[in-house]
């Protein structure tokens, strides 16, 4: 992101969401994607690691 002239929305706000959701036990697949490809990982493997996640249902913790 050092290379860049502008910022992608979210990108300072998602190392931030990560740490909440790490400290509270919330899983946020999308939020951990998110914070990958700002570290640097391929879209293809971090397509591929949500592709992978096992089917749950969106209520099953309430």
């Keep these: ?14 190392p931030v969401l990560r740490e909440l959701a790490l400290r509270h036990g919330v899983d946020m697949p ?5 914070n990958h490809l700002l570290e640097g ?4 493997d971090v397509a591929r ?10 209520d099953e913790n309430l």
């Design 1 to 14: 992101m050092s290379d860049r002239r502008t910022v992608a929305e979210g990108a300072h706000t998602a």
């Design 30 to 34: 999308i939020t951990m994607a998110v």
């Design 41 to 44: 990982a391929s879209a293809q």
């Design 49 to 58: 690691e949500l592709l992978e996640r096992p089917l749950t249902s969106e």
